[in-house]
């Protein structure tokens, strides 16, 4: 019948066809063998590598997984050329740039938290356990991700910012900040003597630095007048301590308080 041979000459040349490319086919195979396990050595050699420069493990497979999956790519594409594919393959190419687009598109944030966590990670403005101040919070780093950073605040309060946010803000690491400057400012009554109020409080901020033994930066405290205000004489008291620990700032500056309140009221020069 007329439909049989239709069938049995379609399928004759279909089996023509095969036989033609079985020599391709077998070139197609052994070069997608030989990338295959390119890839993987690629891959194992990339994850050494990345580990030598960052000690992030994260990092290390990010890299090492990009790196299989570029050379994985190539051949499979140069595997799809050998059998002729060439419309499979520009299909697969302009499919996978719209659907990349349209992820670009979508998942924009997501994206942006992703380079900048590659960005912190490589760079290192902070590490785990650092203490930081960014975006008006103030804590200590507790984990580093990809897409975002956990940190510890003051009072005890868990605080997951994303890494596009760190990454545009300034970042204040007083983890890496050894020295700070306690900044106090003074009214002095005007009909008082300045001299010796001026060596009372110099004496004062270096009793506070000669207490704090482990945490004070050996340098003279700075005592300026700044301003004359009505009947009062403004007054700036400086003093440098360590930043060791997120307390010690605070701490200097709490005792430092007390003493120049409790020498200005023996001066009299407070109520």
Request: net charge positive.
């Amino acid at each position: 019948m007329e439909w049989t041979n239709l069938i049995f000459e379609k399928l004759n040349r279909w089996g023509q066809a095969t036989i033609k490319m079985l020599p391709n086919l077998a070139l197609a195979i052994v070069i997608f063998l030989v990338f295959y396990l390119l890839a993987r050595l690629v891959k194992k050699f990339v994850y050494k590598l990345s580990c030598r420069i960052s000690d992030k493990r994260a990092i290390s497979n990010l890299f090492a997984g990009v790196a299989y999956f570029i050379i994985f790519a190539i051949g499979l594409f140069s595997a799809l050329e050998v059998l002729k594919l060439d419309k499979a393959v520009s299909s697969l190419l302009a499919g996978a740039g719209i659907l990349g687009l349209a992820l670009g598109f979508a998942f924009q944030d997501l994206t942006s938290n992703f380079i900048s966590g590659i960005y912190i990670t490589f760079r290192k403005p902070f590490d785990t356990g650092h203490v930081i101040e960014t975006n008006g919070f103030t804590g200590t780093v507790e984990n580093i991700q990809f897409r975002s950073t956990t940190m510890r605040t003051s009072d005890g309060q868990h605080l997951i910012i994303p890494n596009k946010d760190i990454f545009q803000k300034p970042i204040i690491n007083h983890s890496l900040t050894t020295e700070r400057k306690i900044e106090l400012h003074l009214l002095i009554p005007f009909n008082k003597e300045p001299a010796p109020v001026l060596d009372d409080i110099v004496k004062t901020a270096m009793g506070v630095v000669n207490q704090m033994k482990t945490g004070s930066v050996r340098k003279a405290p700075e005592v300026w007048f700044e301003n004359i205000e009505g009947a009062n004489i403004k007054l700036m008291v400086a003093l440098w301590i360590s930043n060791r620990t997120d307390v010690s700032f605070n701490k200097s500056r709490h005792q430092l308080i007390l003493r120049l309140l409790d020498a200005l009221r023996q001066k009299q020069l407070l109520p």
